[in-house]
C-alpha cells in the first residue's frame, strides 16, 4: 500500500522532525502520527503530510500547543 510522510516543525522553522512510512487507515482518510507529549513545547507548529509517489501531493495543518 501507499504510504505518507510527515514533517513536523516549530512555525519559526524549529524543531524539524521527520517520520516516513505512515499508512492510511483501510478507508484511506486518516494517518496518524503519534509523538510523545513531552516532544511540544508550547508554541505553533506545521505538520506537512506529503502524499505517495515522487510527485505526492503535500498539505499544510497548523496548530498550536498549550501547557496547562
Known amino acids: 500500500g501507499a504510504t505518507y510522510r510527515a514533517i513536523l ?7 524539524r522532525r521527520e517520520r516516513g512510512g505512515l499508512r492510511a487507515n483501510k478507508k484511506g482518510e486518516t494517518v496518524t502520527l503519534r509523538l510523545p507529549a513531552d516532544y511540544f513545547k508550547a508554541t505553533s507548529y506545521k505538520l506537512t ?5 515522487a510527485a505526492g501531493f503535500a498539505r499544510d495543518y497548523y496548530f498550536t500547543v498549550i501547557r496547562r
Not at 49 to 53: M, N, W, Y
Open 9 to 15: 516543525q516549530t512555525t519559526t522553522g524549529e524543531q
Open 49 to 53: 503530510l506529503v502524499g505517495p509517489g
